[in-house]
Protein backbone atom coordinates (compact mmCIF):
# COMPACT_ATOMS: atom_id res chain seq x y z
CA UNK A 1 0.00 0.00 0.00
CA UNK A 2 3.06 2.41 0.83
CA UNK A 3 3.30 2.98 3.93
CA UNK A 4 6.53 2.95 5.45
CA UNK A 5 7.22 0.18 8.40
CA UNK A 6 9.42 -0.08 10.70
CA UNK A 7 10.50 -3.61 12.50
CA UNK A 8 12.18 -3.96 15.95
CA UNK A 9 12.75 -7.96 16.61
CA UNK A 10 9.20 -9.49 17.06
CA UNK A 11 7.43 -5.68 17.18
CA UNK A 12 6.79 -4.06 14.09
CA UNK A 13 4.92 -0.50 13.28
CA UNK A 14 3.83 1.34 9.91
CA UNK A 15 4.64 5.49 10.30
CA UNK A 16 1.54 7.85 8.89
CA UNK A 17 2.21 11.34 8.26
CA UNK A 18 0.06 13.70 10.30
CA UNK A 19 -1.34 16.74 8.28
CA UNK A 20 0.38 20.39 8.64
CA UNK A 21 2.98 19.73 11.32
CA UNK A 22 5.95 17.82 10.40
CA UNK A 23 5.26 14.55 12.14
CA UNK A 24 4.13 10.95 12.21
CA UNK A 25 1.90 8.46 13.77
CA UNK A 26 3.40 5.23 14.52
CA UNK A 27 0.92 2.57 15.05
CA UNK A 28 1.50 -0.79 16.19
CA UNK A 29 -2.04 -3.23 16.57
CA UNK A 30 -2.16 -6.95 17.60
CA UNK A 31 1.55 -6.84 19.01
CA UNK A 32 2.17 -9.36 21.87
CA UNK A 33 3.23 -6.97 24.60
CA UNK A 34 5.74 -9.25 26.04
CA UNK A 35 7.60 -9.37 22.66
CA UNK A 36 7.98 -5.11 23.66
CA UNK A 37 11.18 -4.01 24.34
CA UNK A 38 9.87 -0.28 25.68
CA UNK A 39 13.45 1.60 25.20
CA UNK A 40 14.13 0.37 21.36
CA UNK A 41 10.49 1.08 20.58
CA UNK A 42 10.85 4.85 22.28
CA UNK A 43 13.88 5.08 20.34
CA UNK A 44 12.67 4.04 16.92
CA UNK A 45 9.57 5.90 16.78
CA UNK A 46 11.83 9.02 18.51
CA UNK A 47 14.42 8.32 15.11
CA UNK A 48 11.24 8.31 12.71
CA UNK A 49 9.58 11.59 13.91
CA UNK A 50 7.18 9.96 15.53
CA UNK A 51 4.13 12.04 18.14
CA UNK A 52 3.70 8.65 19.78
CA UNK A 53 3.19 5.13 18.97
CA UNK A 54 -0.28 3.80 19.24
CA UNK A 55 -0.44 0.34 20.08
CA UNK A 56 -3.78 -1.08 19.28
CA UNK A 57 -5.21 -3.59 21.07
CA UNK A 58 -2.40 -5.32 22.07
CA UNK A 59 -2.58 -9.63 21.60
CA UNK A 60 -2.51 -9.92 25.58
CA UNK A 61 -5.12 -10.54 28.09
CA UNK A 62 -7.39 -7.77 29.43
CA UNK A 63 -6.09 -7.38 32.73
CA UNK A 64 -2.21 -7.23 31.13
CA UNK A 65 -0.40 -4.41 33.25
CA UNK A 66 2.78 -3.42 31.28
CA UNK A 67 5.83 -3.35 32.56
CA UNK A 68 7.41 -0.27 32.15
CA UNK A 69 8.58 2.26 34.45
CA UNK A 70 10.95 4.81 32.02
CA UNK A 71 7.81 5.66 29.56
CA UNK A 72 4.84 7.17 29.62
CA UNK A 73 1.99 5.06 28.57
CA UNK A 74 -1.58 6.57 28.31
CA UNK A 75 -4.60 4.68 27.66
CA UNK A 76 -6.65 5.33 24.50
CA UNK A 77 -9.42 5.04 22.36
CA UNK A 78 -8.84 1.57 20.37
CA UNK A 79 -9.69 1.46 16.79
CA UNK A 80 -10.09 -2.54 16.87
CA UNK A 81 -12.89 -4.13 18.79
CA UNK A 82 -11.56 -5.07 22.38
CA UNK A 83 -14.02 -8.50 22.22
CA UNK A 84 -14.15 -11.21 19.76
CA UNK A 85 -16.06 -14.94 19.49
CA UNK A 86 -13.34 -17.95 19.00
CA UNK A 87 -14.67 -20.91 17.74
CA UNK A 88 -12.40 -24.20 18.42
CA UNK A 89 -11.92 -25.80 15.09
CA UNK A 90 -10.43 -29.01 16.35
CA UNK A 91 -14.14 -30.20 17.44
CA UNK A 92 -16.05 -32.24 14.96
CA UNK A 93 -18.77 -30.98 12.83
CA UNK A 94 -21.53 -32.28 14.98
CA UNK A 95 -19.98 -30.66 18.12
CA UNK A 96 -19.69 -27.49 16.78
CA UNK A 97 -23.42 -27.30 15.63
CA UNK A 98 -24.84 -28.42 18.49
CA UNK A 99 -22.92 -25.52 20.49
CA UNK A 100 -24.52 -23.31 18.74
CA UNK A 101 -28.15 -21.60 19.69
CA UNK A 102 -30.47 -23.37 18.23
CA UNK A 103 -32.20 -20.50 16.19
CA UNK A 104 -28.83 -20.24 14.49
CA UNK A 105 -29.16 -23.77 13.77
CA UNK A 106 -32.48 -23.30 12.54
CA UNK A 107 -31.43 -20.87 10.36
CA UNK A 108 -28.46 -22.60 8.88
CA UNK A 109 -30.95 -25.19 7.83
CA UNK A 110 -33.76 -23.23 6.50
CA UNK A 111 -31.11 -21.24 4.45
CA UNK A 112 -30.04 -24.58 2.62
CA UNK A 113 -33.97 -25.74 2.21
CA UNK A 114 -34.25 -22.56 0.33
CA UNK A 115 -31.85 -23.25 -1.69
CA UNK A 116 -29.22 -20.77 -0.88
CA UNK A 117 -25.70 -22.14 -2.49
CA UNK A 118 -21.94 -21.58 -0.82
CA UNK A 119 -18.96 -21.37 -2.68
CA UNK A 120 -15.51 -20.46 -2.54
CA UNK A 121 -14.17 -18.42 -5.35
CA UNK A 122 -10.92 -17.37 -6.56
CA UNK A 123 -11.91 -15.71 -9.93
CA UNK A 124 -11.23 -12.86 -11.12
CA UNK A 125 -15.04 -11.46 -10.74
CA UNK A 126 -15.13 -12.82 -6.42
CA UNK A 127 -13.17 -9.94 -5.59
CA UNK A 128 -15.83 -7.66 -7.29
CA UNK A 129 -18.64 -8.77 -5.64
CA UNK A 130 -17.40 -8.72 -2.79
CA UNK A 131 -17.10 -4.96 -2.46
CA UNK A 132 -20.39 -4.74 -4.69
CA UNK A 133 -21.72 -6.07 -1.49
CA UNK A 134 -19.65 -4.65 1.46
CA UNK A 135 -20.76 -1.15 -0.08
CA UNK A 136 -24.53 -1.98 0.19
CA UNK A 137 -23.76 -2.93 3.60
CA UNK A 138 -21.76 -0.05 4.78
CA UNK A 139 -24.23 2.64 3.40
CA UNK A 140 -27.45 0.76 4.71
CA UNK A 141 -25.58 0.54 7.77
CA UNK A 142 -23.86 3.90 7.84
CA UNK A 143 -20.11 2.66 8.52
CA UNK A 144 -16.82 3.75 6.81
CA UNK A 145 -15.08 1.10 4.62
CA UNK A 146 -11.43 0.84 2.90
CA UNK A 147 -11.59 2.43 -0.93
CA UNK A 148 -11.52 -0.64 -3.35
CA UNK A 149 -8.11 -0.58 -4.19
CA UNK A 150 -7.52 -2.00 -0.16
CA UNK A 151 -9.34 -4.98 -0.65
CA UNK A 152 -7.91 -5.41 -4.10
CA UNK A 153 -4.20 -5.16 -2.92
CA UNK A 154 -5.01 -7.73 -0.24
CA UNK A 155 -6.63 -9.91 -2.75
CA UNK A 156 -3.86 -10.17 -5.20
CA UNK A 157 -1.03 -10.52 -2.80
CA UNK A 158 -2.85 -13.26 -0.60
CA UNK A 159 -5.17 -15.39 -2.83
CA UNK A 160 -2.13 -16.91 -4.93
CA UNK A 161 -0.57 -17.99 -1.15
CA UNK A 162 -4.00 -19.37 0.16
CA UNK A 163 -3.98 -16.68 2.44
CA UNK A 164 -6.95 -15.06 1.89
CA UNK A 165 -10.34 -16.66 1.03
CA UNK A 166 -13.60 -15.24 -0.73
CA UNK A 167 -16.95 -16.92 0.24
CA UNK A 168 -20.00 -16.11 -1.75
CA UNK A 169 -23.70 -16.98 -0.88
CA UNK A 170 -26.11 -17.11 -3.47
CA UNK A 171 -30.07 -17.40 -4.22
CA UNK A 172 -31.57 -18.25 -7.75
CA UNK A 173 -28.27 -17.55 -9.30
CA UNK A 174 -27.29 -14.35 -7.30
CA UNK A 175 -25.14 -13.05 -4.87
CA UNK A 176 -26.49 -12.18 -1.73
CA UNK A 177 -23.61 -12.46 0.99
CA UNK A 178 -20.06 -12.24 0.19
CA UNK A 179 -17.21 -12.78 3.28
CA UNK A 180 -13.52 -12.18 2.56
CA UNK A 181 -11.46 -14.17 4.94
CA UNK A 182 -8.07 -13.73 5.84
CA UNK A 183 -5.74 -16.94 7.02
CA UNK A 184 -2.84 -15.82 9.60
CA UNK A 185 -0.89 -19.43 10.75
CA UNK A 186 -3.43 -21.66 12.30
CA UNK A 187 -5.99 -18.81 12.16
CA UNK A 188 -9.16 -18.03 9.64
CA UNK A 189 -10.53 -14.65 10.56
CA UNK A 190 -13.75 -13.30 9.47
CA UNK A 191 -12.38 -10.03 8.59
CA UNK A 192 -14.70 -8.33 6.15
CA UNK A 193 -19.09 -8.93 5.13
CA UNK A 194 -20.94 -7.44 2.92
CA UNK A 195 -24.75 -8.72 2.37
CA UNK A 196 -27.51 -7.33 -0.35
CA UNK A 197 -31.08 -5.86 1.53
CA UNK A 198 -32.77 -8.45 -0.99
CA UNK A 199 -34.15 -11.94 0.50
CA UNK A 200 -33.32 -11.56 4.49
CA UNK A 201 -36.01 -14.27 4.73
CA UNK A 202 -33.49 -16.57 2.97
CA UNK A 203 -31.06 -16.49 5.98
CA UNK A 204 -27.94 -17.00 3.68
CA UNK A 205 -25.33 -14.95 6.58
CA UNK A 206 -26.36 -17.94 8.61
CA UNK A 207 -25.22 -20.32 5.90
CA UNK A 208 -22.00 -18.57 5.02
CA UNK A 209 -20.89 -18.36 8.17
CA UNK A 210 -21.56 -21.70 9.09
CA UNK A 211 -19.72 -22.69 5.91
CA UNK A 212 -16.63 -19.98 6.70
CA UNK A 213 -16.25 -22.41 10.26
CA UNK A 214 -16.37 -25.35 8.37
CA UNK A 215 -14.00 -23.99 5.51
CA UNK A 216 -11.36 -23.33 8.55
CA UNK A 217 -11.77 -26.59 9.59
CA UNK A 218 -11.28 -27.78 6.10
CA UNK A 219 -7.59 -25.72 5.04
CA UNK A 220 -6.34 -27.21 8.70
CA UNK A 221 -7.06 -24.06 10.77
CA UNK A 222 -7.48 -24.67 14.87
CA UNK A 223 -9.51 -21.55 15.72
CA UNK A 224 -12.27 -19.26 14.01
CA UNK A 225 -11.95 -15.88 15.14
CA UNK A 226 -15.20 -13.84 14.47
CA UNK A 227 -13.41 -10.54 14.43
CA UNK A 228 -15.31 -8.00 16.83
CA UNK A 229 -18.10 -7.89 19.34
CA UNK A 230 -19.10 -6.61 22.56
CA UNK A 231 -18.50 -7.21 26.09
CA UNK A 232 -20.17 -9.39 28.65
CA UNK A 233 -23.83 -7.98 29.11
CA UNK A 234 -23.96 -5.68 25.88
CA UNK A 235 -26.53 -3.06 25.62
CA UNK A 236 -29.18 -3.70 23.05
CA UNK A 237 -29.54 0.12 21.85
CA UNK A 238 -25.41 -0.64 21.28
CA UNK A 239 -25.40 -0.10 17.04
CA UNK A 240 -23.41 -3.36 17.45
CA UNK A 241 -25.55 -5.21 19.25
CA UNK A 242 -26.79 -6.72 15.96
CA UNK A 243 -24.02 -8.06 14.70
CA UNK A 244 -22.72 -9.56 18.26
CA UNK A 245 -25.91 -11.67 19.02
CA UNK A 246 -25.60 -12.81 14.83
CA UNK A 247 -22.30 -14.16 16.20
CA UNK A 248 -23.27 -15.46 19.46
CA UNK A 249 -25.52 -17.92 18.27
CA UNK A 250 -22.09 -19.63 16.60
CA UNK A 251 -21.29 -20.87 20.50
CA UNK A 252 -17.76 -19.42 20.08
CA UNK A 253 -15.77 -17.89 23.00
CA UNK A 254 -16.13 -14.25 23.77
CA UNK A 255 -12.25 -13.27 24.47
CA UNK A 256 -11.36 -9.91 25.47
CA UNK A 257 -8.25 -7.98 25.13
CA UNK A 258 -6.59 -4.17 26.71
CA UNK A 259 -7.53 -0.78 25.16
CA UNK A 260 -5.08 0.33 23.13
CA UNK A 261 -2.00 2.37 24.59
CA UNK A 262 0.05 5.44 23.82
CA UNK A 263 3.76 5.54 24.32
CA UNK A 264 4.31 8.95 23.95
CA UNK A 265 7.12 10.31 22.55
CA UNK A 266 6.62 14.31 21.76
CA UNK A 267 4.19 15.35 24.70
CA UNK A 268 3.26 18.58 23.54
CA UNK A 269 2.59 17.61 19.28
CA UNK A 270 0.96 14.86 20.97
CA UNK A 271 -1.48 16.68 22.90
CA UNK A 272 -1.84 18.65 19.47
CA UNK A 273 -3.05 15.94 17.40
CA UNK A 274 -5.17 13.82 20.30
CA UNK A 275 -7.29 17.00 20.31
CA UNK A 276 -7.25 17.60 16.18
CA UNK A 277 -8.50 13.64 16.24
CA UNK A 278 -11.05 14.21 18.61
CA UNK A 279 -12.61 16.78 16.66
CA UNK A 280 -12.24 14.61 13.21
CA UNK A 281 -14.21 11.75 14.70
CA UNK A 282 -16.69 14.17 15.65
CA UNK A 283 -17.42 16.19 12.17
CA UNK A 284 -16.98 12.10 10.67
CA UNK A 285 -19.81 11.09 13.20
CA UNK A 286 -21.62 14.04 11.66
CA UNK A 287 -20.91 13.63 8.27
CA UNK A 288 -22.24 9.96 8.72
Not at 18 to 33: A, E, L, M, Q, R
Not at 78 to 89: C, E
Not at 118 to 145: G, M, P
Not at 159 to 184: C, D, E, S, W
Given at each position: ?129 FIQLQKETAKSQK ?115 PRAWDLVIKPIPY ?18
Amino acid sequence: MGTPSVRINEVQFTLHKIPFIPYFVGYCPKVNPKNINWEQLYEAGKKHNCTHVKIDVPNTKNNYKPQTTNYKLISSEPTFATNTFLIDLTKSEDTLLNNMHHKTRYNIRLAQRKGVKVSERNDKEAINIFIQLQKETAKSQKFYIHPDNYYKTLWNMFQPQKLAHILVATYNGGPLVAYFLLRYKETLYYTYGGSSLRHKNVMASNLIMWESIRSGKNIGCKIFDMWGALGENPDPTDSWYGFHRFKSGYGGKLNSFPRAWDLVIKPIPYKIFKLADKYRWIFLGLKK
